[in-house]
């Protein structure tokens, strides 16, 4: 006699569902920094309220008008958002900087106003941070809407900056992620104004150890032009280098005083063919002995910095 196979149990539980669960007791800040975004910050505060509010957790939606010569307050303001502004333009990460000293939760996420970053990824990064300092929304291949001419230099920035922090980064200056605003506080002296905003918070997490992850994400076409202007890649360079020399030097100084020591003797082997000692050599030998000693002087000034 043939058995009739019971139907098996199956979870019912939802995405949303299970997001909404590994959120529970959380609570978000959400800043949007925005200038002359009158065509997208609204349809980007409804869409991040459209993706909290299933949450059921407290949040708030802060935007920061940077002086924008458009209607961008009002139709932040119409929004619903808390809005605040400055009274000149600032820069992107004055605007972030205000927006994250008056958040009021814990967890902080920032993503721009002019529609690039979809807000659904939301929820299931800050589910991501509470076992982490910062999760970052990796846009790695969809990253299709930047332009041709500026990719190797940022495929560059990209290997740059994982040789001197000594672990491979995938998105050097993602606009979208969500972090510990505790964790932030003691760096916001050294974040700058400008775009280079999240490319040393990216560099100041994975120089002090902190815990920090990336996760993949849609990158979308912006509304409006974009504001970054050629001179960022050599502005992103030297802030990567500065920001390196604070709180891992010898990353810096070691191989820089390696290549004149490499020079030095190399010009000493072929000085010795000819029996004479060159001033190449010399100075390059010098050159090593001063850049490592410089570079000993800064780790230790570094160590005293981070010092508990």
């Given at each position: 006699m043939n058995k009739v196979a019971e139907p098996m149990e199956t979870n019912s539980t939802t995405p949303e569902e299970l997001i909404a669960s590994e959120t529970a007791g959380m609570s978000l800040s959400v800043v949007i920094p925005a200038y002359n975004e009158e065509n997208a910050v609204r349809h980007t505060v409804e869409d991040v309220r459209t993706h909290l509010e299933p949450l059921g957790i407290p949040y708030e939606i802060i935007v920061v008008d940077d002086a924008s010569q458009d209607n961008t307050r009002a139709e932040a303001e119409a929004s619903g958002a808390t809005v605040t502004f400055n009274d000149v333009n600032s820069g992107y990460g004055a605007s972030l900087k205000r927006g994250v000293r008056m958040a009021q939760h814990e967890y902080v996420a920032i993503l721009d106003a002019d529609s690039t970053y979809p807000a659904r990824y939301l929820p299931g990064m800050l589910a991501l941070c509470r076992d982490q300092d910062m999760v970052v929304g990796d846009r790695g291949a969809a990253m299709k809407n930047v332009p041709l001419l500026r990719r190797p230099a940022k495929k560059f920035l990209f290997a740059f900056a994982s040789f001197l922090a000594e672990r491979k980064i995938n998105d050097l200056n993602s606009g979208l992620r969500v972090f510990r605003k505790s964790e932030l506080i003691p760096f916001l002296p050294l974040l700058p104004q400008n775009f280079s905003f999240t490319t040393t918070i990216t560099l100041c997490m994975t120089?002090?150890?902190?815990?920090?992850?990336?996760?993949?994400?849609?990158?979308?076409?912006?509304?409006?032009?974009?504001?970054?202007?050629?001179?960022?890649?050599?502005?992103?360079?030297?802030?990567?280098?500065?920001?390196?020399?604070?709180?891992?030097?010898?990353?810096?100084?070691?191989?820089?005083?390696?290549?004149?020591?490499?020079?030095?003797?190399?010009?000493?082997i072929i000085d010795m063919f000819y029996w004479n000692l060159s001033e190449t050599a010399v100075f390059s030998f010098l050159a090593a002995i001063m850049i490592w000693s410089l570079g000993l002087i800064a780790d230790m000034i570094s160590r005293l910095h981070l010092r508990p």
């Open positions: 120089s002090n150890g902190k815990r920090m992850i990336y996760t993949p994400i849609e990158y979308g076409k912006r509304v409006g032009k974009s504001k970054i202007r050629p001179i960022d890649f050599l502005n992103f360079i030297i802030l990567i280098l500065r920001i390196s020399t604070l709180f891992n030097p010898l990353r810096v100084f070691i191989p820089l005083g390696l290549a004149f020591f490499t020079l030095g003797t190399v010009k000493f």
